[in-house]
């Protein structure tokens, strides 16, 4: 058995698909489900569900009407190596719509909450030096996008 994330959907559940396996290694779509007959959120014929992978973790896209919008409540984390790959992804879901936040939470343009993080802020804001850990957690709490060079002057107390 394999738990599957559902992520909810208003008409545009395929390019969203689309979208998130483009920019996500280990990603690919699947197959889709279409309407036999008319449902609550769908016309016969209309697409209702693809699945898909994004870090070949198993995804549903459900054209479910505009119901149930995407909150904050739920949020995926994005563990990038780097700060370069920080700022690509970052790049990448704040355009076209995208929102940031702080502390490297974001939305897509499809409303879908992101954290872009590092297992570096680790180091930072767990470490064993508690003034610099609480430095560096006030430096996350001034930025959107992490700054991982600005963490660690935080905690270094540069």
Not at 1 to 7: D, G, R
């Amino acid at each position: 058995m394999k738990l599957t994330t559902c992520l909810w959907f208003d008409g545009n559940a395929r390019e969203a698909a689309n979208f998130y396996t483009s920019i996500f290694p280990d990603s690919s779509i699947a197959d889709n489900w279409i309407a036999p007959t008319d449902t609550p959120g769908n016309k016969q014929g209309e697409e209702i569900v693809v699945n898909f992978k994004i870090f070949g973790h198993d995804f549903i896209a459900l054209n479910g009407g505009p119901q149930f919008p995407h909150s904050e409540a739920v949020s995926f984390q994005i563990p990038c190596k780097d700060q370069s790959e920080i700022d690509h992804y970052w790049e990448i879901l704040t355009k076209d719509g995208g929102q940031e936040s702080q502390c490297g939470w974001l939305k897509d343009k499809f409303g879908v909450s992101w954290q872009v993080i590092s297992a570096e802020m680790n180091h930072y804001l767990g470490g064993p030096d508690s003034a610099g850990a609480q430095r560096a957690t006030q430096a996350m709490l001034g930025m959107r996008k992490i700054d991982l060079a600005a963490m660690k002057s935080a905690y270094e107390g540069k």
